[in-house]
């Protein structure tokens, strides 16, 4: 990298932190701060669920699993497409149907606040875990790219992405995501063809690929594992509480649908288009050792990007995979903050409140901290990432979701699925391989999926058959029934002028990105054509959302 990337890196970096700190005025109460105001636009909500679902790994998690093994990855990411058609077509209209500001908030009304509590410790816990695997991938990129120390990375980026979190609540997250969105979109169209032309073209790709480099399964990601990581990523995208915020911050049932069908679209077109960079560097350079194939990203763009480029790419990559900690970051001070703390002093302030969410992302900001700097002793990113999805994923938040459907589920039989789940998952995980049964990844997430599934089928056949309705289930929807009463129907003045607000400062930040991506196009002292073209259509989106934001309103 030369003075041009790191500059390119600064001014992308300054735009995203005021970005964030614009909306610091709109999350002046809990709603406009952990929802949006309840009236998202479904096209930003379903931008920011793709980009913090896909980011938490894509570059260096998928990235890895494709340079060592190629189509595999792209098999393994469809699933999450199907994932998404799921959720938006069953359960994301669940969600919104609650009119709760949190999934914690949800488990309150239906299964009583001794369950709320108990899965609130447990969601902690895990995000302790996932805020520390999505702030890892983020400095990894930056010391492969910049060769700055992991250290170091870990402890700015974690800083940085607090500081806009706890200034800008939701809305902050989501339109940063939209932004980073849609100038990494551009980074990775602008370094495919680059890419491919370091190898000799497609037609090379292809001719000095390894053996069984475009099977569908490959190693340990056997059609078990597979269609296993299907259903879990169903189930996570559709309890995830990270996850919720974006089908209950829309304004109807209809929007929080194609939120999760937008989702799945982009999952559809997205997985080859990211994982083709470090399939063509296994060409490229075939003998990455261990865990260097993390970095197999980002070094095949140091190759192929030209200056300045380098430095807009890997902006776009450091923020859009810390979109990811964003988001938990925000709903875990949610959490604290509407669901412990608010519970304790009911009678609070909202000024109060407000401080305490805000201190409340600076203290999760700082354990993910803690964890990132830890994932190298756990055996490295994706043993962490598959290894926490296989334990937790679906005994956390597949109960929940049932109990959206179901009407014969208690507090009990929910929390009982739970716990019986995790104690099987991890006496495979610790007990068992020192008494000669090890699970490998295809069973270890089969295991994880499978147990809870059969549990709850179970318990509802059992109760069906003595036709038992929750007594829970009907106090929950006489209270839904009145908070529905109590709610104000259609937009306030106040939503719409956010969400004009919102297109404004979009349409700003895309507009002067474009100029950007253009400028380093004609700068580049070859294959200007790409990113010059790219840099134009980027600059137009922003002048449009501009111009919209100024002759009517959402």
């Not at 201190?359 to 993910?368: E, P, R």
Request: charged share 15%; proline share 4%.
């Amino acid at each position: 990298m030369n003075i041009l990337d790191y500059i390119t890196i600064i001014l992308f970096s300054i735009g995203v932190l005021i970005t964030g700190v614009s909306f610091s005025k709109t999350g002046k109460d809990m709603k406009s701060f952990f929802s949006g105001g309840g009236n998202v636009p479904w096209g930003m909500s379903g931008l920011s669920l793709f980009m913090g679902f896909f980011s938490a790994g894509t570059f260096v998690v998928w990235g890895s699993i494709a340079y060592s093994y190629g189509m595999v990855s792209i098999v393994i990411q469809l699933t999450m497409a199907i994932a998404g058609y799921a959720v938006g077509t069953w359960i994301a209209p669940r969600w919104h149907r609650t009119h709760s500001l949190t999934a914690a908030e949800y488990i309150t009304n239906r299964l009583g606040v001794k369950t709320q509590k108990t899965y609130t410790y447990i969601f902690l816990a895990v995000s302790i875990f996932t805020m520390g695997s999505f702030l890892y991938p983020v400095a990894k990129i930056v010391e492969v790219t910049t060769g700055i120390p992991l250290t170091t990375a870990i402890l700015v980026l974690g800083a940085f992405s607090m500081v806009y979190v706890a200034l800008g609540g939701l809305r902050g997250v989501v339109v940063t995501d939209v932004l980073q969105f849609v100038i990494l979109f551009a980074a990775v169209v602008i370094a495919v063809p680059l890419a491919f032309d370091k190898i000799g073209g497609v037609g090379a790709f292809f001719e000095k690929a390894p053996d069984r480099f475009f099977g569908l399964f490959e190693g340990e990601y056997t059609p078990g594992f597979v269609i296993a990581f299907a259903v879990y990523n169903m189930f996570f995208l559709g309890g995830n509480w990270a996850y919720v915020q974006r089908y209950t911050s829309v304004k109807t049932e209809r929007d929080s649908r194609k939120t999760g069908w937008l989702f799945g679209v982009l999952y559809t077109i997205s997985p080859i288009l990211w994982m083709l960079i470090p399939m063509i560097y296994r060409i490229y350079n075939p003998s990455l050792p261990g865990l260097e194939n993390e970095g197999a990203y980002l070094l095949m763009c140091k190759e192929a990007m030209p200056d300045g480029l380098l430095g807009l790419m890997l902006g776009g990559m450091i923020f859009a995979t810390a979109s990811s900690l964003n988001a938990t970051l925000n709903i875990s001070a949610g959490v604290v903050t509407n669901d412990i703390f608010k519970r304790m002093r009911p009678n609070t302030s909202e000024k109060t409140l407000m401080n305490v969410a805000r201190i409340s992302t600076w203290g999760f900001g700082i354990t993910a901290i803690i964890i990132a700097l830890l994932i190298r002793s756990m055996g490295g990113i994706v043993n962490v990432v598959i290894s926490v999805a296989a334990l937790t994923g679906v005994p956390i938040y597949l109960p929940v979701i049932w109990s959206l459907f179901s009407k014969r589920q208690t507090a009990r039989t929910i929390l009982s699925v739970t716990f019986i789940s995790l104690t099987i998952n991890l006496i495979f995980k610790f007990v068992t391989p020192h008494l000669g049964l090890a699970l490998d990844r295809a069973w270890e997430m089969i295991v994880g999926t499978a147990v809870p599934v059969i549990l709850l089928a179970g318990i509802e056949m059992v109760l069906k058959a003595k036709e038992f309705i929750a007594p829970e289930y009907i106090a929950y929807i006489s209270g839904r029934n009145a908070r529905m009463r109590q709610e104000d129907a259609g937009d306030t003045e106040e939503s719409r002028q956010t969400n004009r607000f919102t297109q404004k400062v979009l349409g700003i930040g895309l507009g002067l990105s474009g100029v950007l991506i253009t400028v380093l196009g004609f700068i580049a002292k070859e294959n200007i054509v790409v990113p010059v073209a790219v840099g134009l259509v980027v600059t137009l989106i922003g002048i449009y959302l501009l111009i919209l934001s100024l002759r009517r309103p959402l």
